[in-house]
Protein backbone atom coordinates (compact mmCIF):
# COMPACT_ATOMS: atom_id res chain seq x y z
CA UNK A 1 0.00 0.00 0.00
CA UNK A 2 1.45 3.43 -0.66
CA UNK A 3 1.71 6.26 1.77
CA UNK A 4 0.61 3.74 4.67
CA UNK A 5 3.87 3.26 6.92
CA UNK A 6 4.92 6.83 8.02
CA UNK A 7 7.09 6.07 11.38
CA UNK A 8 10.13 7.25 10.14
CA UNK A 9 13.70 5.06 10.07
CA UNK A 10 16.82 5.85 11.63
CA UNK A 11 19.78 5.80 9.32
CA UNK A 12 22.94 7.17 11.74
CA UNK A 13 21.81 10.63 12.87
CA UNK A 14 19.22 11.45 10.01
CA UNK A 15 15.27 10.46 10.63
CA UNK A 16 13.75 9.15 7.10
CA UNK A 17 10.23 9.22 6.22
CA UNK A 18 8.60 6.43 4.36
CA UNK A 19 6.61 7.77 1.11
CA UNK A 20 6.30 4.57 -1.26
CA UNK A 21 6.64 0.92 0.04
CA UNK A 22 5.66 -2.23 -2.90
CA UNK A 23 6.05 -6.14 -2.00
CA UNK A 24 6.78 -7.16 -5.62
CA UNK A 25 5.02 -10.32 -6.54
CA UNK A 26 6.34 -13.56 -6.47
CA UNK A 27 6.33 -14.31 -10.08
CA UNK A 28 8.13 -10.58 -10.69
CA UNK A 29 10.78 -10.45 -13.33
CA UNK A 30 13.74 -9.36 -13.03
CA UNK A 31 13.03 -5.29 -14.08
CA UNK A 32 14.81 -2.67 -13.06
CA UNK A 33 14.11 -0.67 -10.07
CA UNK A 34 13.17 2.58 -11.80
CA UNK A 35 10.98 1.07 -14.06
CA UNK A 36 9.67 -0.83 -11.65
CA UNK A 37 8.63 2.33 -9.59
CA UNK A 38 6.94 4.28 -12.48
CA UNK A 39 4.68 1.76 -12.85
CA UNK A 40 3.86 1.82 -9.26
CA UNK A 41 3.70 5.66 -8.49
CA UNK A 42 1.46 7.79 -10.13
CA UNK A 43 2.86 10.83 -11.57
CA UNK A 44 6.62 10.09 -11.37
CA UNK A 45 9.28 10.62 -14.14
CA UNK A 46 11.97 8.39 -14.39
CA UNK A 47 14.17 11.61 -13.94
CA UNK A 48 12.92 11.60 -10.68
CA UNK A 49 13.24 8.36 -9.50
CA UNK A 50 16.64 8.23 -10.94
CA UNK A 51 17.25 10.97 -8.79
CA UNK A 52 16.12 9.74 -5.77
CA UNK A 53 18.15 6.40 -6.71
CA UNK A 54 21.62 8.76 -6.65
CA UNK A 55 20.43 10.37 -2.98
CA UNK A 56 20.30 6.90 -1.85
CA UNK A 57 16.63 7.00 -0.90
CA UNK A 58 15.57 3.86 -2.66
CA UNK A 59 15.98 0.66 -0.76
CA UNK A 60 15.35 -3.07 -1.56
CA UNK A 61 14.80 -5.87 1.68
CA UNK A 62 16.59 -2.32 3.68
CA UNK A 63 19.68 -1.95 1.70
CA UNK A 64 20.44 1.17 -0.67
CA UNK A 65 20.03 0.29 -4.15
CA UNK A 66 21.14 1.99 -7.83
CA UNK A 67 18.46 2.29 -10.17
CA UNK A 68 20.10 -0.40 -12.52
CA UNK A 69 19.20 -2.89 -9.61
CA UNK A 70 16.70 -5.37 -11.00
CA UNK A 71 13.88 -6.33 -8.79
CA UNK A 72 12.86 -9.76 -8.64
CA UNK A 73 9.66 -11.51 -6.94
CA UNK A 74 9.05 -10.75 -3.14
CA UNK A 75 11.93 -8.08 -2.94
CA UNK A 76 10.28 -5.33 -0.49
CA UNK A 77 10.90 -1.81 -2.67
CA UNK A 78 10.71 1.31 -0.38
CA UNK A 79 11.42 5.21 -0.95
CA UNK A 80 12.59 6.82 2.08
CA UNK A 81 13.13 10.95 2.02
CA UNK A 82 14.50 13.14 5.01
CA UNK A 83 11.28 15.05 5.08
CA UNK A 84 7.85 13.75 5.98
CA UNK A 85 5.58 13.11 2.51
CA UNK A 86 3.75 16.07 1.33
CA UNK A 87 0.00 14.90 1.19
CA UNK A 88 0.89 14.93 5.30
CA UNK A 89 1.73 18.38 5.68
CA UNK A 90 -1.58 19.93 4.56
CA UNK A 91 -2.54 23.29 4.50
CA UNK A 92 -5.27 24.98 4.21
CA UNK A 93 -5.93 27.42 0.45
CA UNK A 94 -7.91 29.85 -0.95
CA UNK A 95 -10.09 27.70 -3.69
CA UNK A 96 -13.01 27.61 -5.60
CA UNK A 97 -15.34 25.04 -4.45
CA UNK A 98 -18.99 24.45 -5.72
CA UNK A 99 -20.84 23.87 -2.26
CA UNK A 100 -24.26 22.54 -3.31
CA UNK A 101 -25.34 21.80 0.51
CA UNK A 102 -23.72 22.43 4.00
CA UNK A 103 -25.81 22.01 7.18
CA UNK A 104 -23.74 21.55 10.85
CA UNK A 105 -22.70 17.55 9.66
CA UNK A 106 -21.67 17.86 6.33
CA UNK A 107 -21.05 19.29 2.99
CA UNK A 108 -21.99 18.20 -0.32
CA UNK A 109 -19.27 19.07 -3.04
CA UNK A 110 -20.16 19.31 -6.73
CA UNK A 111 -16.25 18.40 -7.95
CA UNK A 112 -15.01 20.09 -11.18
CA UNK A 113 -12.80 18.12 -13.53
CA UNK A 114 -9.06 18.51 -13.26
CA UNK A 115 -9.30 18.74 -9.36
CA UNK A 116 -7.61 16.52 -7.30
CA UNK A 117 -9.53 15.13 -3.84
CA UNK A 118 -6.97 14.50 -1.96
CA UNK A 119 -2.76 15.48 -2.07
CA UNK A 120 -0.72 12.58 -3.05
CA UNK A 121 2.43 12.54 -5.22
CA UNK A 122 2.65 14.75 -7.93
CA UNK A 123 -0.47 17.09 -6.50
CA UNK A 124 0.25 18.31 -2.85
CA UNK A 125 -1.71 21.66 -3.20
CA UNK A 126 -4.59 22.91 -5.16
CA UNK A 127 -6.77 19.80 -3.89
CA UNK A 128 -9.62 19.44 -2.83
CA UNK A 129 -8.95 18.83 0.62
CA UNK A 130 -6.45 21.80 0.86
CA UNK A 131 -9.90 23.96 -0.10
CA UNK A 132 -11.92 22.38 2.08
CA UNK A 133 -9.41 23.20 4.75
CA UNK A 134 -9.41 26.77 4.14
CA UNK A 135 -13.58 27.25 4.53
CA UNK A 136 -13.78 24.87 7.17
CA UNK A 137 -12.37 24.41 10.79
CA UNK A 138 -11.56 21.03 12.19
CA UNK A 139 -12.60 18.41 9.84
CA UNK A 140 -12.50 15.08 11.11
CA UNK A 141 -9.24 13.08 10.25
CA UNK A 142 -9.40 9.44 9.08
CA UNK A 143 -7.18 6.80 8.79
CA UNK A 144 -5.74 7.96 5.60
CA UNK A 145 -4.85 11.40 6.97
CA UNK A 146 -7.92 13.40 4.63
CA UNK A 147 -10.01 15.28 6.79
CA UNK A 148 -13.72 14.52 6.17
CA UNK A 149 -12.97 13.06 3.22
CA UNK A 150 -15.89 9.56 3.36
CA UNK A 151 -15.17 9.02 -0.60
CA UNK A 152 -13.79 10.29 -3.58
CA UNK A 153 -14.29 10.63 -7.33
CA UNK A 154 -11.01 10.68 -10.28
CA UNK A 155 -9.52 13.81 -10.92
CA UNK A 156 -11.13 14.07 -14.11
CA UNK A 157 -14.40 12.94 -12.99
CA UNK A 158 -16.79 15.66 -12.36
CA UNK A 159 -19.52 15.53 -9.92
CA UNK A 160 -21.20 15.02 -6.34
CA UNK A 161 -19.30 14.22 -3.21
CA UNK A 162 -20.54 14.43 0.72
CA UNK A 163 -17.88 15.41 3.14
CA UNK A 164 -17.64 15.00 6.78
CA UNK A 165 -17.62 17.81 9.21
CA UNK A 166 -18.15 15.66 12.31
CA UNK A 167 -16.66 12.80 13.74
CA UNK A 168 -20.28 11.07 14.22
CA UNK A 169 -21.04 12.07 10.90
CA UNK A 170 -17.73 10.48 9.26
CA UNK A 171 -18.19 7.40 11.10
CA UNK A 172 -22.37 6.98 10.25
CA UNK A 173 -21.84 7.76 7.00
CA UNK A 174 -18.55 5.68 6.27
CA UNK A 175 -20.70 3.08 7.72
CA UNK A 176 -23.08 3.31 4.71
CA UNK A 177 -20.81 3.21 2.05
CA UNK A 178 -19.40 0.05 3.78
CA UNK A 179 -23.10 -1.29 3.79
CA UNK A 180 -23.52 -0.58 0.48
CA UNK A 181 -26.83 1.67 1.46
CA UNK A 182 -25.79 4.76 0.00
CA UNK A 183 -26.94 5.66 -3.63
CA UNK A 184 -24.45 6.58 -6.17
CA UNK A 185 -25.80 7.04 -9.88
CA UNK A 186 -23.17 7.93 -12.54
CA UNK A 187 -23.14 9.06 -16.38
CA UNK A 188 -21.03 7.43 -18.37
CA UNK A 189 -20.04 7.70 -22.34
CA UNK A 190 -18.40 4.73 -23.71
CA UNK A 191 -17.14 3.06 -26.66
CA UNK A 192 -19.41 0.49 -28.92
CA UNK A 193 -23.07 -0.19 -28.84
CA UNK A 194 -23.50 -2.17 -25.20
CA UNK A 195 -26.13 -4.78 -26.53
CA UNK A 196 -28.46 -5.02 -23.33
CA UNK A 197 -30.70 -2.72 -22.48
CA UNK A 198 -29.37 -3.17 -18.44
CA UNK A 199 -26.99 -4.93 -16.70
CA UNK A 200 -24.89 -6.04 -14.20
CA UNK A 201 -21.25 -6.22 -14.02
CA UNK A 202 -19.28 -8.02 -11.06
CA UNK A 203 -15.92 -8.92 -10.71
CA UNK A 204 -12.96 -8.80 -8.18
CA UNK A 205 -11.10 -5.61 -8.73
CA UNK A 206 -7.30 -4.96 -7.88
CA UNK A 207 -3.95 -3.13 -9.25
CA UNK A 208 -2.98 -4.45 -12.68
CA UNK A 209 0.02 -6.68 -12.48
CA UNK A 210 1.49 -5.15 -15.18
CA UNK A 211 0.32 -1.44 -15.44
CA UNK A 212 0.24 -0.52 -11.71
CA UNK A 213 -1.46 3.22 -12.74
CA UNK A 214 -4.55 0.90 -13.40
CA UNK A 215 -7.02 -1.40 -12.09
CA UNK A 216 -8.41 -4.72 -13.53
CA UNK A 217 -10.92 -6.98 -13.47
CA UNK A 218 -9.81 -10.71 -12.15
CA UNK A 219 -10.95 -13.95 -13.05
CA UNK A 220 -13.44 -15.66 -10.25
CA UNK A 221 -11.18 -17.82 -9.46
CA UNK A 222 -8.35 -15.73 -8.43
CA UNK A 223 -7.89 -15.01 -4.92
CA UNK A 224 -7.21 -11.19 -6.20
CA UNK A 225 -8.51 -7.59 -5.65
CA UNK A 226 -11.57 -6.85 -4.05
CA UNK A 227 -15.33 -7.94 -5.05
CA UNK A 228 -17.10 -4.95 -7.08
CA UNK A 229 -20.40 -4.95 -8.93
CA UNK A 230 -21.65 -2.07 -11.20
CA UNK A 231 -25.33 -1.66 -12.31
CA UNK A 232 -25.87 -0.22 -15.61
CA UNK A 233 -28.79 0.72 -18.26
CA UNK A 234 -28.56 2.36 -21.54
CA UNK A 235 -30.09 5.51 -21.69
CA UNK A 236 -28.89 6.68 -25.44
CA UNK A 237 -27.63 4.21 -28.30
CA UNK A 238 -25.29 7.14 -30.24
CA UNK A 239 -23.83 4.74 -32.84
CA UNK A 240 -20.55 4.02 -32.16
CA UNK A 241 -20.48 5.29 -28.44
CA UNK A 242 -23.49 4.43 -26.17
CA UNK A 243 -24.54 7.11 -22.96
CA UNK A 244 -25.12 4.74 -19.61
CA UNK A 245 -26.12 5.38 -16.27
CA UNK A 246 -24.21 2.96 -13.58
CA UNK A 247 -24.99 2.67 -10.20
CA UNK A 248 -22.61 1.37 -7.69
CA UNK A 249 -23.09 -1.24 -5.36
CA UNK A 250 -19.40 -1.22 -4.20
CA UNK A 251 -16.77 1.63 -4.71
CA UNK A 252 -13.48 0.49 -5.77
CA UNK A 253 -10.86 2.64 -7.16
CA UNK A 254 -11.73 3.25 -10.66
CA UNK A 255 -14.90 1.10 -10.41
CA UNK A 256 -16.57 2.12 -13.66
CA UNK A 257 -13.70 2.41 -15.56
CA UNK A 258 -12.11 -0.79 -15.41
CA UNK A 259 -15.61 -2.50 -15.08
CA UNK A 260 -16.53 -0.79 -18.82
CA UNK A 261 -12.91 -2.05 -19.90
CA UNK A 262 -13.57 -5.53 -18.79
CA UNK A 263 -16.75 -5.92 -21.10
CA UNK A 264 -15.32 -4.16 -24.30
CA UNK A 265 -16.99 -0.76 -23.74
CA UNK A 266 -14.19 1.43 -22.37
CA UNK A 267 -15.25 5.12 -21.47
CA UNK A 268 -14.53 7.78 -23.93
CA UNK A 269 -11.16 9.84 -24.02
CA UNK A 270 -10.14 7.45 -20.95
CA UNK A 271 -6.70 8.32 -21.53
CA UNK A 272 -5.25 5.84 -18.79
CA UNK A 273 -7.64 2.97 -20.15
CA UNK A 274 -7.29 3.31 -23.70
CA UNK A 275 -10.23 5.35 -24.80
CA UNK A 276 -8.38 8.36 -25.99
CA UNK A 277 -7.98 6.03 -29.52
CA UNK A 278 -10.75 5.39 -31.95
CA UNK A 279 -11.83 2.35 -30.58
CA UNK A 280 -15.54 2.27 -33.27
CA UNK A 281 -16.18 3.29 -35.97
CA UNK A 282 -14.88 3.84 -39.74
CA UNK A 283 -11.76 4.52 -41.09
CA UNK A 284 -12.87 7.29 -42.81
CA UNK A 285 -10.49 10.66 -42.31
CA UNK A 286 -13.91 12.73 -41.46
CA UNK A 287 -14.76 10.53 -39.11
CA UNK A 288 -11.48 10.55 -37.35
CA UNK A 289 -11.94 14.27 -37.48
CA UNK A 290 -14.94 14.12 -35.71
CA UNK A 291 -13.88 11.73 -32.81
CA UNK A 292 -10.93 14.13 -32.60
CA UNK A 293 -13.56 17.19 -32.24
CA UNK A 294 -15.10 15.58 -29.49
CA UNK A 295 -11.91 14.72 -27.52
CA UNK A 296 -10.97 18.44 -27.83
CA UNK A 297 -14.77 18.76 -26.03
CA UNK A 298 -13.85 16.75 -23.98
CA UNK A 299 -10.73 15.98 -22.85
CA UNK A 300 -10.88 14.04 -20.36
CA UNK A 301 -13.00 10.54 -19.46
CA UNK A 302 -16.55 10.91 -19.98
CA UNK A 303 -17.62 10.60 -16.25
CA UNK A 304 -19.90 12.18 -14.25
CA UNK A 305 -20.97 11.12 -10.44
CA UNK A 306 -24.68 12.81 -10.90
CA UNK A 307 -26.89 11.15 -8.06
CA UNK A 308 -25.70 11.16 -4.34
CA UNK A 309 -28.23 10.07 -1.84
CA UNK A 310 -27.69 8.39 2.16
CA UNK A 311 -29.78 8.81 5.66
CA UNK A 312 -28.28 11.89 7.38
CA UNK A 313 -26.23 10.94 9.74
CA UNK A 314 -28.61 13.16 12.77
CA UNK A 315 -31.60 13.06 11.14
CA UNK A 316 -32.10 10.09 9.83
CA UNK A 317 -33.82 11.65 6.93
CA UNK A 318 -33.00 10.10 3.25
CA UNK A 319 -31.26 12.86 1.40
CA UNK A 320 -30.61 12.72 -2.44
CA UNK A 321 -28.56 15.45 -4.62
CA UNK A 322 -28.76 15.70 -8.45
CA UNK A 323 -26.08 17.38 -10.18
CA UNK A 324 -26.47 18.48 -14.00
CA UNK A 325 -24.03 17.11 -16.90
CA UNK A 326 -21.29 19.50 -17.04
CA UNK A 327 -21.12 21.76 -20.27
CA UNK A 328 -17.76 19.42 -21.53
CA UNK A 329 -19.86 16.50 -21.56
CA UNK A 330 -22.59 17.84 -22.67
CA UNK A 331 -21.12 19.50 -25.82
CA UNK A 332 -19.64 15.94 -26.75
CA UNK A 333 -23.20 13.87 -26.46
CA UNK A 334 -24.43 16.58 -28.86
CA UNK A 335 -22.40 15.95 -31.49
CA UNK A 336 -22.69 12.07 -31.06
CA UNK A 337 -26.55 13.09 -31.35
CA UNK A 338 -25.82 14.35 -34.42
CA UNK A 339 -23.96 12.38 -35.53
CA UNK A 340 -26.19 9.32 -34.84
CA UNK A 341 -29.04 11.39 -36.81
CA UNK A 342 -27.00 12.31 -39.97
CA UNK A 343 -25.54 8.44 -40.23
CA UNK A 344 -29.33 7.12 -39.50
CA UNK A 345 -27.36 5.34 -36.92
Known sequence: MENDNLDPEFQGEQVLHEHFSFTADPGQEPLRVDKYLMN??????RNK?????KEGSIFVNDIVVKS??????GDTVRVLFGHPPYENLLVGEDLPIDVVYEDDSLIIVNKAAGMVVHPGHGNYSGTLINGLMFHFDNLPQNDKQRPGLVHRIDKDTTGLLVVAKTETAMTHL???FFDKSSERKY???VWGDVKADSGTIEGNIGRHPRNRLQMTVFDEDEEVGKPAVTH???LERLGYVTFLECQLETGRTHQIRAHMKHIGHTLFNDERYGGDAILKGTSFTKYKQFV???FKLLPRQALHAKTLGFEHPVTGKWMQFDSEIPNDMHLALEKWRQY???KNL
Do not use: M, P, W
Open 68 to 73: SYKVKG
Open 340 to 342: AVH
Open 292 to 294: DNC
Open 49 to 53: IQNAA
Open 187 to 189: FAL
Open 40 to 45: RVENAT
Open 232 to 234: YKV
Open 174 to 176: SKQ
